[in-house]
């Protein structure tokens, strides 16, 4: 049986595994909550909220499920949201989904979205929950999906962005302030004419390089060759001119591959923004075998976010850069035997190919300025077939993290990444690489305690 538990990656334990949540820094370590379905491998149960620690990045603890949906609130759901730091206390800001039984469209009728605080000293104990709005409190013209909370401080005034679905079936941020994290006023909504999908899910907004930038994920953009090739983006404008009164620039993709989707970022504390994307994709007509052993979904590793010319720049946290483990080695033009976890990293001056596992083809054509990331053997890729995306043709650096069952590749110093799950059979992967030297530095995996806990 092939091994295909991620050791760079933070995945449940058995069950379903979506959007990071209540990303932060506090009392010593880093936090990642997940919204997580530990009954169903299938995302099919109600969703609770899961919970990871670490001090480093690199040893991680898992913690169980220490946020249930269990009171009326959001009985059908403790959906995604945010955490800040506060005092002694962290901040959970989150959604409590309520679905009504009947026959409702579930967009007009039949749901409730609470944005709902919790407190918690440790992200294992958690307060009581306190009900801050309710479906009735949004604008009238928004309908009942309203979601996903990302609550910041901002010159001693909170604030909130909420991602929504207009009436009229347009995605929008609704922007709320508030002088005590409590009790919040609507300031803002934010809505692109002519309408930029019909729904944006998780909504981040933070400042980095002077600048502001809304992260986004929309739903309903026109799909084309090497633009929203995925059945749902994840993205994000500049916003020159702040969230309170900015216009949206042009909207850049996080990410080419195809499972990225809800991503979430927060300040390390020496200043780093750090981001952390679901590795998985709602709605794909691809799958994961993984479901079938009883788990599924990671989430990416942490990447730093700067700012460049072009947007910006995702790179693995430098933190993992002491996983290296023993010698690089070199392949010119040949095979070689992947030992897994590893780095491959190399620079590429015009056309290059790289094969994994006989199947998953890495490819440039200098001719269109076109890479692309193809599936020719479907159990490998569980369905997926082919990404693309516009890199020009000058040279082209690559840098590719290899786990047990995905590979992050981030192009340019990460102006273009794509990041994919694939499904080997070889505990050792053989890769073919035509075109260009390439580095194997073979890593250590992280460490993973508390994984038997399920809940
Ligand atoms: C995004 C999302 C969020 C929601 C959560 C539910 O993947 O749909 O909008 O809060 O997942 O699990």
């Known amino acids: 049986m092939p091994d295909w538990r991620q050791t760079l990656h933070l995945e449940p334990p058995r069950g379903w595994l979506n959007d990071p949540n209540g990303l932060c820094y506090f009392g010593g370590l880093y936090h990642v909550f997940f919204q997580y379905c530990p009954t169903h491998a299938n995302g099919s149960g109600p969703k609770h909220w899961g919970h990871y620690q670490s001090p480093d990045l690199l040893h991680w603890t898992f913690t169980g499920a220490p946020l249930h949906p269990d009171t009326p609130q959001d009985k059908s759901g403790a959906y995604s949201g945010c955490a800040v730091p506060c005092g002694d206390t962290v901040r959970l800001y989150y959604t409590g989904n309520v679905k009504h039984t009947g026959p409702y469209d579930y967009i007009r009728t039949g749901r409730e979205a609470n944005t709902i605080l919790v407190e918690t000293p440790d992200g294992i104990h958690i307060s009581p929950k306190q009900v801050l709005l309710t479906s009735a409190d949004y604008p009238a013209d928004c309908s009942l999906h309203v979601r996903d909370p990302k609550v910041w401080r901002e010159d001693g005034i909170w604030k909130m962005v909420l991602g929504a679905r207009s009436l009229a079936d347009a995605g929008r941020v609704l922007l709320y302030h508030s002088d005590d994290g409590l009790a919040w006023r609507l300031a803002r909504v934010l809505e692109p004419q002519p309408a930029f999908g019909y729904m944006w ?40 001119g702040g969230i309170e009164s900015g216009t949206p620039g042009p909207f850049t993709e996080w990410d080419m591959g195809f499972d990225f989707y809800a991503p979430q970022t927060f300040e390390a504390p020496d200043g780093r923004r750090l981001l952390i994307g679901w590795m998985g994709m709602p709605d794909a007509d691809y799958h994961n075998p993984t479901e079938a052993l009883g788990w599924q979904h990671c989430l990416t590793v942490p990447r730093e976010v700067t700012a460049g010319t072009h947007g910006l720049r995702q790179r693995p946290a430098r933190e993992l850069d002491a996983l290296a483990d023993g010698s690089p080695s070199i392949i010119r033009n040949g095979t070689a035997a992947l030992p897994l976890p590893c780095r491959l990293q190399g620079v590429a001056e015009g056309d290059f190919s790289l094969t994994l596992a006989g199947g998953l083809h890495l490819e440039r054509d200098t001719g269109s300025g076109l890479v692309s990331l193809r599936f020719t053997r479907d159990s490998l890729g569980g369905g997926r077939t082919i990404r693309r995306a516009r890199v020009g043709n000058a040279p082209l650096r690559l840098d590719i993290l290899v786990d047990r069952s995905s590979l992050e590749i981030y192009l340019n110093d990460g102006e273009t990444v794509f990041s994919t799950r694939f499904y080997p059979d070889e505990p050792q992967v053989p890769l073919v690489a035509e075109g260009l030297p390439l580095t194997v530095q073979p890593l250590r995996p992280m460490e993973f305690c508390g994984m038997q806990k399920e809940d």
């Open 201 to 240: 899910e998780c909504p981040d907004c933070f400042p980095l390089e002077g600048r502001t930038w809304l992260s986004i994920s929309p739903q309903g953009l026109p799909h084309g060759e090497t633009e929203n090739q995925n059945i749902y983006q994840s993205g994000y404008f500049e916003l020159p």
